[in-house]
């Protein structure tokens, strides 16, 4: 029972060390601080139902950030859902965010805007790859794709936000 235990807090103390990159990528899926926020909260409610599907000795931030985008593609089904009933939901605020210095902020913005322009798909590349540092071939697994189709969107993406932000 204590090496259960211990496991357990184990992997939840390696979660609690992903939470700024799985931030990072809530924020590049969602477009939105509290959309993000509670994109991770819904990922990490997941893995830790499913924390015996992990196994241990792979990579957890792998497995963490498809797990998230497959709660986005989960959301974003039900958002397209509820639009046709609903009305639009309002703004979340930003919460927690430090304050940058404003050269720091406008750079921000416009990288923000950027990346928002950004096709999904371009952008989903962008932040594993560029954002969070992950391999060619563990994005490309994260997202179901083949390497050729990884690499394309993300010298695609790579020069879409050059344009963007040299016209900034």
């Not at 939470?19 to 924020?27: E, N, S």
């Not at 304050?99 to 371009?122: C, F, H, I, K, T």
């Not at 391999?135 to 990884?150: C, K, N, S, V």
């Not at 993300?154 to 900034?168: C, I, S």
């Amino acid at each position: 029972m204590t090496c259960r235990r211990e496991g357990l807090k184990a992997f939840e103390a390696e979660l609690a060390g992903l939470l700024p990159r799985l931030r990072r990528f809530g924020r590049a899926l969602a477009r939105d601080a509290a959309d993000a926020d509670d994109l991770v909260q819904t990922a990490l409610e997941r893995a830790l139902k499913a924390r015996a599907q992990w196994a241990p000795g792979t990579r957890l931030d792998s497995w963490m950030m498809r797990i998230m985008r497959n709660c986005w593609i989960d959301e974003t089904r039900s958002r397209t859902r509820r639009a046709r009933t609903l009305a639009p939901e309002e703004d979340g605020l930003a919460v927690g965010d430090p304050a940058p210095g404003p050269e720091q902020a406008a750079a921000m913005r416009d990288v923000d805007r950027a990346m928002a322009a950004l096709p999904e798909q371009q952008r989903e590349v962008i932040a594993l790859v560029l954002v969070e540092g992950l391999a060619y071939r563990e994005a490309a697994d994260i997202l179901d794709i083949p390497m050729g189709t990884l690499t394309s969107r993300l010298t695609r993406g790579r020069q879409a936000l050059v344009q963007m932000l040299e016209a900034a």
